[in-house]
């Protein structure tokens, strides 16, 4: 790829104002990614891959614009942890919130497990509420299950059948939207950093160590 052409004076440098603009617009960029995903996510409820694959797009395109902002390498690098938070909140915060607002809850009771007597780590808990069985089960992964047969817990399913019965406790959007804001508060002191930075080494004529 080409180094970004920022404007020159005649001394040979970095124009000051175009590298606030130029920084300014990689912040912007970052908050327009998380919101799209976001919203992303929201269209496509009860489908993660969707925002997952989009998400994971917008993070990496952040990451090239830091590279070209910071001319440099290694801060790209670090916007990868708060890339985390945002994809994590982008992605799980919708369906979270969608549940919690026209979700059902419903205490049941655990009737059957299908990985009992041998049937491996999956378990599928089969669910009796006031109503009959649930036509959802409720799904864990792991050789130690937090729930056994006869057991009473609080589920919220969807009415609409697009999202996945949860358990009520793990229904938290405040802190998927949390993790969400932190990924990108992050994102925004990186990018901060980074325009200051290559502002600076820019007019040393200084470059990334790995050209592309």
């Known amino acids: 790829m080409p180094e970004v052409n920022m404007k020159k004076s005649q001394d040979g440098a970095v124009d000051r104002g175009a590298y606030v603009l130029f920084t300014l617009a990689v912040v912007g960029i970052g908050w327009i990614i998380a919101a799209a995903n976001t919203g992303i996510a929201y269209l496509a409820l009860g489908t993660d891959v969707v925002p997952i694959i989009t998400g994971f797009i917008g993070c990496v395109v952040f990451a090239i614009l830091l590279r070209f902002l910071h001319c440099a390498w290694w801060l790209a690098a670090c916007s990868l942890v708060p890339a985390v938070f945002v994809l994590v909140g982008s992605v799980q915060y919708a369906?979270?919130?969608a549940?919690?607002?026209r979700g059902v809850r419903?205490?049941?009771r655990i009737t059957a497990d299908?990985?009992?007597?041998?049937g491996g780590s999956n378990h599928r808990y089969a669910l009796v509420g006031q109503g009959?069985?649930?036509?959802e089960t409720l799904d864990y992964s792991g050789d130690h299950p937090k729930w056994r047969v006869g057991d009473r817990v609080e589920v919220v399913h969807d009415p609409e059948g697009e999202i996945p019965l949860e358990?009520?406790?793990?229904?938290d959007p405040g802190?998927?939207?949390g993790s969400l804001v932190m990924g990108v508060v992050g994102w925004t002191g990186i990018t901060l950093l980074a325009g200051r930075r290559g502002f600076v080494r820019r007019n040393?004529?200084?470059r990334p160590v790995i050209e592309d």
Do not use: F, Q
């Open 95 to 97: 369906p979270e919130a």
């Open 99 to 101: 549940l919690d607002g």
């Open 106 to 108: 419903e205490t049941v």
């Open 114 to 118: 299908s990985a009992s007597g041998g």
């Open 132 to 135: 009959g069985r649930l036509k």
């Open 167 to 171: 358990v009520a406790s793990d229904v």
């Open 175 to 177: 802190n998927r939207l």
């Open 204 to 206: 040393a004529g200084r």
